[in-house]
């Protein structure tokens, strides 16, 4: 068959269920009883084997496969997860995610997972601890028994009884040949078989789920007979399309083993495992309960949205969305053209039939402009995995807060910050972050936080990264300032600190004591830099030594969509973001009085400023002086408050961001950008920034 | 070899000029223009071109000949060049002309009134048409309107 055409998709979905594994993971690690959380975790599993074996990419498949069984095991509450099993199941998707980067890269997506199949087969057989990659397979006929299924004290109590009374019992593996069709009703012959000359204790999967053929080749079972072992054997094996048959008697030293390892379960369940860190203190770390190895904890804000059920999306070329939403504008024009000829001729059906296209083209024009829009969390969502996984090479306790990841950038954009972010997360952990022995010393608490905040402002969007670590240590930046011959001492005794600051964006700068492999080679800083400037952004850092840093980020938003209030000025039309906007209302004009040549007003018992918006944008047709009573906008800045008059509004409404063009960038004073509006006509965004002083 | 070069003609009191026709990219009626405070004269404000807010200047303004009304004949010609794209508003524009590089002249001191900076050339066509090759980069030198702007303060 011709895979070509869905290699793309492929790819794209793979990536997406990678994601959404590594997010549910991390959920999964700080909510390890949450089973609804590992059914995500196994569909996501499930979906990515199937299209990988679709495809012809085994290793893909295979490891999968392997995924799968141990969250099966979990997911009918027979294996309680455990830190080595997250580490394992974390080692996967890194390994999975390298070979879907190889098939990205025209490779063939082939991997070494053996090692990690055993791994996860290990698990499978019971090995919950990790002991297997120390003791290997040494282990006796005894231990595979104990493991594989475990038997609950009822059925182990059937098994002593029976051997007790003379039966025998026996412990069997069989599996059914690769290209075998019909699995379900082989194995239903084999039941047959077996019930004929004794009884099933237990089989795994269930009866239930063999019969609908949910296992892969094969199946195992606690049997109790009077028939000899070899007899069986051949009677099984004589069931056709049967690959292999091993039975193994299960006798009372085996069954003690057996009761043993149920007990060990209990203890897995109830989190208590003092017994096996006990008996294997070389694994005594990843024996710590997982809430407490859990370096990451996601914020709470942002767990609800990656909720369970993944959205529904196809995916378009960003250059069709370009092409759409221009369209889209020429018969906006054209719609207010026809509504001018309809109110011409005067013809009520003509008229109903273009309001009617008003009002379609209108809710079209909402969705268009949406389009283009990602929310940074698309970005923001592989930083809670990255940190964790820095965290623990580093052995630090890092919680990642992240806020805004709601906020929506342009598509552009988006594709273009991720680099610079990972940059400055990893320089925040590894660098900011102390280490958890100097944290106590310093009387922090042991976890560092890390905050990635992004929000919108007027024309642009700050994604902020902020720790509670050392902060920059000025003596030592300027020390190595000079060293590298960034800076003369001469003036380094005048920077500022914010001057200092900023020296290590420079080119060739590092302060990192030692080189670790995750930063501090003194490349990152400066290309962070070069990018967001590159975006026509740019980054700032603020600190405070020994309480933290914080990197702030300002983006331009090329194309977003912001509320805003439209207002009218003689025939002139202007837009304020609403986000800046505190109330509207009216004022008369007795009520404003001049305060040393200031003109105020009294807006709730606190003195505000009046600003006549007609007079800074030198309105040409309207006049405030000339009104009795005027309609004001009180704006807001940080915590100042200014009033705005103007002549008349229109409404709230969504608008796009649109810059003016570059003849005309530089300095606009009150104008920070424009809109096209619902009739095509061009409008000017206010920037209220620029009307508080 | 001389080669040829295809030019966008439009009127601007009553000479003929010309714009290479691969910076050009489109010539619009006129249309409705979003008035920008805080610029000079001769910047007429911002329009809607297909979903793009283009700026839009009026060569009259700009070359320093007296403005007059838009007629029913005025075209925005939006030309693109040094990553600036930007409309003109011309008194009219409707034809395009094969020009021989060989026929182009270097632009005396003064023509029409416009200086020489803002002339790339004039190229003579049949035998007594004169067109003046505008300068795009020195028409649209935004360092210009920079000064213009201090100087209005």
Do not use: W
């Amino acid at each position: 068959m011709e895979m070509n055409q869905y290699m793309s998709i492929f790819i794209d979905e793979s990536n997406d269920h990678l994601q959404s594994l590594n997010e549910n993971m991390l959920r999964l690690e700080q909510q390890p009883e949450d089973i609804s959380i590992v059914q995500v975790i196994f569909r996501s599993a499930h979906t990515l084997k199937g299209m990988s074996a679709t495809m012809g990419f085994e290793d893909l498949a295979a490891l999968t496969h392997d995924m799968e069984n141990v969250l099966d095991l979990v997911r009918n509450s027979k294996l309680s997860m455990n830190g080595h099993i997250f580490d394992t199941l974390f080692k996967c998707l890194d390994a999975l995610e390298a070979m879907v980067q190889d098939i990205i890269n025209g490779g063939t997506g082939k991997g070494d997972v053996e090692e990690l199949v055993q791994i996860l087969k290990a698990i499978v057989k019971g090995d919950v601890e990790g002991k297997s990659s120390a003791k290997a397979k040494t282990a006796a006929t005894a231990s595979t028994v104990s493991a594989q299924l475990l038997l609950d004290q009822y059925q182990l109590s059937v098994i002593s009884q029976s051997l007790e009374s003379g039966h025998r019992a026996y412990y069997i593996e069989v599996s059914v040949r690769e290209d075998c069709l019909l699995k379900a009703a082989r194995a239903y012959m084999v039941f047959d078989v077996l019930e004929r000359n004794g009884e099933v204790v237990k089989a795994f999967p269930s009866v239930q789920e063999i019969e609908q053929e949910q296992f892969d080749r094969g199946f195992s079972v606690y049997y109790i007979t009077q028939a000899e072992e070899e007899s069986l054997r051949d009677q099984i094996s004589r069931v056709s399309e049967i690959d292999s048959v091993s039975l193994t008697a299960v006798d009372r030293e085996s069954l003690a083993e057996l009761t043993k390892s149920h007990e060990q379960a209990n203890q897995i369940k109830s989190a208590k495992q003092e017994t096996a860190a006990a008996e294997a203190p070389v694994i005594a770390s990843s024996t710590v309960t997982s809430k407490e190895s859990a370096p990451v904890r996601a914020a709470a804000a942002t767990a609800p949205t990656s909720g369970n059920a993944s959205p529904r999306t196809i995916r378009v070329d960003i250059e069709r969305l370009d092409s759409l939403m221009n369209l889209f504008s020429e018969l906006l024009i054209d719609r207010v053209r026809l509504e001018q000829l309809a109110s011409e001729v005067r013809r009520n059906d003509l008229t109903e039939t273009v309001e009617h296209m008003a009002r379609v083209s209108a809710d079209l024009q909402n969705i268009v402009l949406k389009l283009r829009m990602v929310p940074v969390e698309s970005v923001f969502n592989r930083f809670p995995r990255m940190v964790r996984d820095l965290a623990k090479s580093l052995d630090k306790k890092v919680d990642l807060i992240v806020v805004g990841a709601e906020t929506e950038l342009d598509r552009t954009v988006i594709d273009e910050i991720g680099d610079p972010l990972v940059h400055l997360i990893r320089n925040a952990v590894d660098h900011g972050i102390e280490s958890i022995s100097e944290r106590v010393k310093l009387g922090k608490s042991e976890v560092g936080t890390v905050h990635l905040r992004a929000y919108h402002s007027g024309n642009h969007v700050f994604i902020e990264i902020e720790e509670d670590g050392k902060g920059i240590n000025r003596p030592k930046v300027l020390e190595t300032a000079i060293k590298r011959g960034v800076v003369t001492a001469e003036e380094a005794k005048n920077l500022s600190d914010d001057e200092v600051n900023m020296l290590i964006f420079a080119a060739g700068f590092s302060t990192a004591d030692k080189v670790s492999d995750i930063s501090g080679r003194g490349v990152g800083l400066d290309v962070v830099k070069s990018k967001i400037a590159s975006l026509g952004g740019h980054v700032a850092v603020t600190s405070k030594l020994g309480s933290g840093t914080k990197f702030s980020i300002q983006l331009p938003l090329t194309l977003s969509i912001i509320a805003a209030m439209l207002i009218k000025l003689g025939n002139e039309k202007y837009a304020f973001p609403l986000s800046s906007i505190v109330e509207t209302g009216s004022i008369k004009r007795s009520d404003i009085r001049t305060l040393h040549g200031n003109r105020i007003i009294d807006y709730r018992q606190t003195i505000i400023p009046v600003v006549s918006l007609a007079h800074l944008v030198d309105s040409p047709a309207y006049n405030d002086e000339d009104e009795t009573e005027t309609e004001m906008l009180v704006i807001r800045k940080g915590d100042k408050l200014a009033a705005v008059l103007v002549e008349e509004f229109i409404g709230q409404s969504e608008i796009v961001l649109k810059p003016l063009g570059k003849y005309l960038a530089g300095n606009l004073g009150v104008v920070s950008g424009a809109t096209i509006l619902g009739d095509g006509q061009v409008a000017l965004i206010v920037d209220p920034n620029a009307l508080i002083k | 070899m001389a080669e040829e070069l295809k030019v966008i003609v439009f009127t601007l009191a009553q000479e003929e000029y010309g714009i290479e026709v691969d910076k050009v990219r489109t010539i619009e009626r006129m249309v409705p223009i979003t008035r920008v405070p805080k610029t000079p004269a001769f910047v007429k404000g911002v329009i809607n071109l297909r979903g793009i807010v283009i700026p839009v200047i009026d060569l009259r303004g700009r070359f320093g000949i007296d403005e007059t009304e838009h007629t029913d004949s005025s075209r925005i010609i939006i030309v693109a060049a040094n990553e600036l794209e930007v409309g003109f508003i011309v008194d009219s524009a409707n034809d395009v002309l094969d020009v021989m590089s060989d026929a182009i002249e270097n632009p005396p001191e003064v023509l029409g009134g416009i200086k020489a900076k803002y002339i790339s050339g004039v190229a003579k066509v049949g035998e007594s048409r004169l067109l003046i090759l505008l300068n795009l980069i020195e028409v649209l030198n935004r360092n210009e309107i920079i000064q213009l702007e201090q100087f209005g303060e």
